[in-house]
């Protein structure tokens, strides 16, 4: 479901929805829609889909390990409400292209560049991004969705790091093959996202970290 789609069901019942959950699916369906539009520039579609993403989920922004514990608690409710399995098919369907190669790619690895930063040469990091890929697969084999979801997330969340913070090149060749696949797998997770919580029995998600004010 695009972000057409997805707009026109909510108009049909936003009226019945909380307050917050009607803001974050307006917010995060008009970013979407953003990043729909951008087939050529893979940084700018990357970054509108986190955008339509925190939309979704963000409650009070903080240190980042809390916000990427919110981000782990948004998916554990959201995968509860799974009833149909939308976000295990699209993890399941796509570990054959965009996220095995994400999760086998050390320079969206959380580890890799804290051993360089601190110049530890034991290799203990290379040791453990061994064993989190036997993990991942052990997972996608056992069809354990919360923990390739949860390791595929680490990965997107130094990938956003990186481009948020200024830690890459615009359109640079050095990290081409981490952003397609980080687009590519947003480009699924987010439209099933926003249309879980579209659904009447959708979790509530708490306030809005910026909620709307009139002017």
């Known amino acids: 479901m695009d972000s057409t789609a997805l707009k026109e069901a909510h108009r049909h019942i936003r009226d019945a929805q909380p307050d917050s959950t009607r803001v974050r699916l307006h917010r995060a369906i008009s970013w979407l829609n953003r990043a729909e539009q951008e087939d050529q520039d893979t940084d700018a579609r990357f970054l509108f889909l986190w955008i339509a993403l925190n939309a979704a989920y963000a409650q009070e922004f903080g240190f980042e390990n809390a916000e990427r514990e919110q981000l782990r608690r948004f998916f554990d409710t959201l995968l509860a409400h799974d009833t149909e399995g939308r976000l295990q098919d699209i993890l399941f369907k796509q570990f054959a292209g965009p996220i095995r190669t994400l999760v086998a790619n050390r320079f969206v690895y959380a580890r890799f560049w804290q051993a360089l930063r601190e110049h530890d040469s034991s290799n203990r990091w290379a040791e453990r991004f061994a064993t989190d890929q036997r993990l991942a697969l052990q997972a996608v084999v056992e069809r354990r969705t919360e923990v390739v979801l ?29 952003l397609r696949d980080g687009a590519a797998i947003l480009g699924q997770l987010v439209p099933a996202i926003l249309q879980l919580m579209l659904r009447d029995d959708a979790p509530d998600l708490g306030d809005v970290a910026y909620p709307m004010i009139p002017s």
Do not use: K, P
């Open 150 to 178: 949860s390791i595929v997330l680490d990965r997107l969340y130094v990938l956003r790091n990186q481009l948020v913070h200024g830690g890459a090149t615009w359109d640079s060749q050095a990290n081409r093959a981490q």
